[in-house]
C-alpha cells in the first residue's frame, strides 16, 4: 500500500502562486508514476498535471500549461505541483494520485492510489 497526503492548498488571489506537495509512504521503495487532478464545484475530476516514474517526462492539461509545473524528490518521496498565475477557475480540491505504470498518464482509472485532496481557493 502507499499513503499519499496533500499539502499546500489555500486562499489566493488571482494571479498569485502555490505549491503543492503530496508526500508518500508506504511501498515508497518502488518508484511510480504521479499525478495531480482537481475536481471543482459541481465538476467532475479532471486530470492536470502527470510526472513519469523516471522523472523524464511530464504531461499536463491544456488549461494549465505554461503555468504550472509538476516534479519530484525521489529522495524525500515528494511530488510538487508549483502553481503560477493563478486563475478564479483553478478554484478545486487537488488530488494527488500514483500508479504502478511508469509512464505519465492522464487517465484517472489508470491510477491505484490517491490523496485526501487540498483545497485551492483563488479569489479576485
Known amino acids: 500500500q502507499v499513503q499519499l497526503v496533500e499539502s499546500g492548498g489555500g486562499l489566493v488571489q488571482a494571479g498569485d502562486s502555490l505549491r503543492l506537495s503530496c508526500a508518500a509512504s508506504?511501498?515508497?521503495?518502488?518508484?511510480?508514476?504521479m499525478a495531480w487532478f482537481r475536481q471543482a464545484p459541481g465538476k467532475e475530476r479532471t486530470f492536470v498535471a502527470a510526472?513519469?516514474?523516471?522523472?523524464?517526462?511530464?504531461r499536463y492539461a491544456d488549461s494549465v500549461k505554461g503555468r504550472f509545473t509538476i516534479s519530484r524528490s525521489d529522495t524525500l518521496n515528494t511530488a510538487y505541483l508549483q502553481m503560477n498565475n493563478l486563475k478564479l477557475e483553478d478554484t478545486a480540491v487537488y488530488y494527488c494520485?500514483?500508479?504502478?505504470?511508469?509512464?505519465?498518464?492522464?487517465?484517472?482509472?489508470?491510477?491505484?492510489?490517491w490523496g485526501q485532496g487540498t483545497q485551492v481557493t483563488v479569489s479576485s
Open positions: 494520485a500514483a500508479r504502478a505504470g511508469g509512464d505519465a498518464g492522464s487517465l484517472e482509472d489508470s491510477y491505484d492510489y
Open positions: 508506504g511501498r515508497t521503495g518502488i518508484n511510480r508514476a
Open positions: 510526472i513519469s516514474r523516471s522523472g523524464f517526462t511530464t
